[in-house]
């Protein structure tokens, strides 16, 4: 399974576009790149999966270069509701049968 | 459309004692698993049901553990006995059948487990 390494917490100012990057240099070929979302006792969230270039939808950004070695989960304004803990995690979901891994996570803290 | 339920939201229970906790998935999802995150650690598998039957029990930790999916519906994950060491949150989550949708997980809200 492909190691992810992300920041472990992030600050931001309500407003703000947030970046957290995740890197996974030895991602496989097969592999997608998904992340979730985790506000205090609640159970993760899907936000987004990608597995290449870049993907959106109406939570996030997914940006992934041509190398897949690293991507980038972008929140464009983000708000106070948007502290939680962010999930970046390596895997097939398509051939493979290999369960999701979730990491130590980046806490991102939004302040007014 | 109702989400992933789990109950009890919390269960307190002593050492040796046992527990059953119970998740109902999303209706119409073939898929169920099993998460724990013990304090301070991050979140485990545990294992993936395909309808009533056990695809990945990998991360189930000794045989003190049974987890169990009659009729392909709801689940139960029974501890017992229960050891401190089980304390913690446990996670179920559920997905469609299909294997593109596998890693968009829907999580219910855990159940948290105190073993005193």
């Known amino acids: 399974l492909a190691k992810t390494t992300q920041p472990i917490s992030m600050d931001s100012y309500e407003g703000q576009e947030v970046n957290i990057t995740c890197s996974h240099n030895?991602?496989?070929?097969?592999?997608?790149i998904t992340w979730y979302q985790q506000f205090p006792s609640q159970g993760p969230r899907f936000i987004i999966q990608g597995y290449k270039t870049k993907v959106t939808n109406e939570v996030a950004s997914l940006f992934i270069p041509a190398d897949r070695k690293s991507s980038t989960l972008s929140l464009p304004r983000v708000s106070l509701s948007d502290t939680a803990v962010y999930y970046c995690?390596?895997?097939?979901?398509?051939?493979?049968?290999?369960?999701?891994?979730f990491g130590k996570g980046t806490r991102l803290s939004v302040i007014a | 459309e109702a989400g992933v339920t789990q109950f009890p939201s919390h269960s307190v229970i002593e050492k040796g004692q046992t527990v059953t906790l119970r998740c109902d998935p999303i209706s119409g999802h073939d898929n169920l698993y099993w998460y724990r995150r013990v304090m301070g650690k991050e979140i485990k598998f545990l294992l993936h049901?395909?309808?009533?039957?056990?695809?990945?029990e990998s991360g189930m930790p000794n045989n003190r553990f049974l987890a169990e999916r009659t009729g392909g519906t709801y689940s139960t994950l029974k501890v017992q006995p229960a050891e401190l060491e089980d304390s913690g949150v446990y996670f179920c989550?559920?997905?469609?059948?299909?294997?593109?949708?596998?890693?968009?997980?829907?999580f219910g809200p855990g159940t948290r487990l105190t073993v005193t």
């Open positions: 030895n991602i496989a070929t097969n592999d997608y």
């Open positions: 989550a559920s997905s469609q059948a299909e294997t593109w949708n596998r890693y968009e997980q829907y």
């Open positions: 995690l390596v895997g097939d979901p398509i051939s493979g049968n290999t369960p999701l891994v």
């Open positions: 049901f395909v309808k009533e039957s056990k695809q990945d």
